[in-house]
C-alpha cells in the first residue's frame, strides 16, 4: 500500500473521530442519555459506513481502470 493511501485512510478516520466527538457535544446538549451499547452501535456504524464506501470506490476505480466499464460496439454481421 502506498504511503499517500494510507495518508488518505488516516485522515479519513482522523476526520470520523473528529465528527464522531463532535457530534457528542450536540447530542448531549439535547439530554439524551445514550448507553455504553448506544455509543457501541454509533461507533460502529461510522466505521463500517467508512469501510463500505472506502470498498466501493475501490472496485468502481479497479473496475474501469481494468476495461471492465468499457462498452463493446455492437457486432455488426
Known amino acids: 500500500m ?7 485512510l488516516v ?6 473521530g473528529a465528527l ?3 457530534v457528542t457535544f450536540f ?12 455509543w457501541l452501535a454509533y461507533i ?3 466505521v463500517l ?5 472506502a470498498g466501493l470506490f475501490a472496485l468502481s476505480f479497479y473496475s474501469a481502470r481494468h476495461g471492465h466499464d ?5 457486432s455488426g454481421g
Open 2 to 8: 502506498s504511503r499517500s493511501r494510507i495518508l488518505w
Open 11 to 16: 485522515a479519513a478516520f482522523a476526520a470520523l
Open 20 to 22: 464522531l466527538w463532535g
Open 27 to 38: 447530542w448531549e446538549g439535547l439530554g439524551s442519555g445514550l448507553t455504553g451499547h448506544g
Open 44 to 46: 460502529l456504524g461510522g
Open 49 to 53: 459506513t467508512l469501510g463500505l464506501s
Open 70 to 74: 468499457d462498452i463493446d460496439p455492437p
